[in-house]
């Protein structure tokens, strides 16, 4: 057997016992249920990736519903086309803390759009729900975590949610199924570099 020969004969038996233990893994998975993901981290990406679910699981002839924490009235990308395809939308419409200045201001508006989140969470026509950001009404204080709990918890059996945000809070992490973490190894914002349309939002 020559070298060549030999070296394909080891990769063969590499990836076979990769793809066996790869099914293994696949058959032991008999479990389906709704699955509650958390993205969080300081990177970015976070809602890119929640909206990309939730792009997945329409295109896949799913409904689905987004609620959208910490985003002012300015122009989305993402729900610009998830409406046309039937998707849900609340939006706290308040822009970011910095902006509003007004702590009552922003605990009002938190409490109207988490009521319609309430909604989307306790509709069983709905297969996905992404709370974008959900995180900061948390580090805020603009809603409390026990209700939060309880509407992830008393939602349909098999309805998907998905939650957005920097540092998430460690009950939120501890309910999830799937917990992602996104890290900045470079961002073109700290180089001066301003946020792109079609990129950015």
Not at 86 to 104: H, P, S
Not at 108 to 127: C, G, M, N, S
Request: hydrophobic fraction near 40%; charged fraction near 20%; proline fraction near 1%.
């Amino acid at each position: 057997m020559t070298t060549d020969e030999l070296k394909q004969q080891r990769h063969r038996e590499r990836q076979q016992r990769l793809k066996s233990q790869v099914d293994s893994a696949v058959a032991a998975a008999t479990e389906e249920k709704g699955l509650l993901l958390v993205i969080t981290g300081n990177g970015k990406g976070k809602s890119t990736s929640g909206f990309g679910t939730v792009a997945r699981a329409v295109g896949h002839g799913y409904t689905a519903a987004v609620v959208q924490f910490i985003k002012g009235s300015w122009d989305c990308g993402e729900r610009n086309l998830l409406q046309q395809h039937g998707v849900q939308f609340a939006v706290m419409a308040t822009g970011f803390t910095w902006d509003t200045q007004d702590k009552a201001s922003d605990i009002a508006a938190a409490e109207q759009v988490w009521q319609q989140a309430e909604q989307f969470l306790a509709d069983p026509a709905i297969d996905v729900v992404l709370l974008d950001e959900l995180t900061y009404m948390l580090t805020y204080h603009y809603l409390p975590l026990q209700r939060i709990e309880q509407a992830l918890l008393q939602r349909p059996a098999t309805q998907h949610v998905v939650i957005t945000g920097r540092a998430c809070h460690r009950r939120l992490v501890e309910l999830a199924d799937t917990v992602s973490e996104v890290q900045n190894v470079k961002h073109a914002f700290d180089n001066g570099i301003k946020a792109q349309r079609g990129i950015d939002w």
